[in-house]
C-alpha cells in the first residue's frame, strides 16, 4: 500500500494510501471524538462528531469517511471545532429525551461521556420532549426511542455481521424511528435470532437488556470485538 505524507495540528505523518484521516489520527494518538463510528463496521458518516478542519475546505470534514491524501493539511481541535461538537451534542440531547438518572446505562453511555468530556453541564436548544414509545414485545431485550441517536451502529452490525437484516431507518429528521423487519413490534420480528449484537453495540441506553435497572446496563462486547477487529483489518487491505 503506498505511502502518504500529511499534517495533523502542525505534525507531518506517515500515513498508507486508503485510511482515513480519523485512523490515522488514532493511530497517532490524536483523540478525536465519535459516536456512530465503530471500527470494523462500514462508515455512515452521520454524527458529525468527528469533524476536522481541512487546509483548502470551506468547511469541515467528517475524518471518518474522509480519505487521508498527500500534502493535506489538518486541524483536529480548534476552537471553532470544540464549539461545533458541543453544539452537535446538545442538539442530540434536546431531540429526545436522555435523562440519565433514570436510565438503564446512566454511567456506562457514550453520549453521556462524550456530554461530559465536552464539558456540556446545560443546552441552550429547546428540548423537544418528545415522548416516544418504547418496543418491549421481544423477549430478552428492549427498545427505548427516547434514548436513541440514529448512530446505526444496531442496523450496521445486524446487517454486515449477523446477516439478519432485522433493524432499518423508517422517517426523515427527527421523526426518524429505527424498525424491526419494515416496522412491526420487535416481539413479531421474524428475522431476528436473538443474538444481543444490536444491543452491546449501541452506544446509549436505547437498546437493552430487560432487566436491568438504572445503571446495570454494561455493554460487553469481548465476543464481538475479535469479530469486528478481523473486519477492520480486512477493509485495511482493500484497495482504496
Ligand atoms: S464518527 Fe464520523 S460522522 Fe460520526
New binding site residues.
Partial sequence: MAAITLTINNELIGARQGQTI?EVARERGIDIP????LDGLE????????LVELQGSPRPV????TRAAEGMEITTHSDKLIEYRKMLVELLLAERTHTCSICVQNGNCELQTLAARLGIDHVRFDYLHQQLPMDASRERFALDHNRCVL?LRCVRVCDAVEGAHTWDVRGRGSTSRIVADLDRPWGGSTSCTDCGKCVQLCPTGALFRKGATVGEMIKERGFLNRILERRRLAAQRRPA
Avoid: A, D, F, Y
Avoid at 465519535?34 to 463510528?37: E, F, G, M, P, S
Avoid at 467528517?62 to 469517511?65: F, L
Fill in positions: 480519523l465519535t459516536l456512530c463510528h462508515e455512515v458518516g452521520g454524527c458529525r462528531l468527528c467528517p475524518s471518518c469517511v448512530c
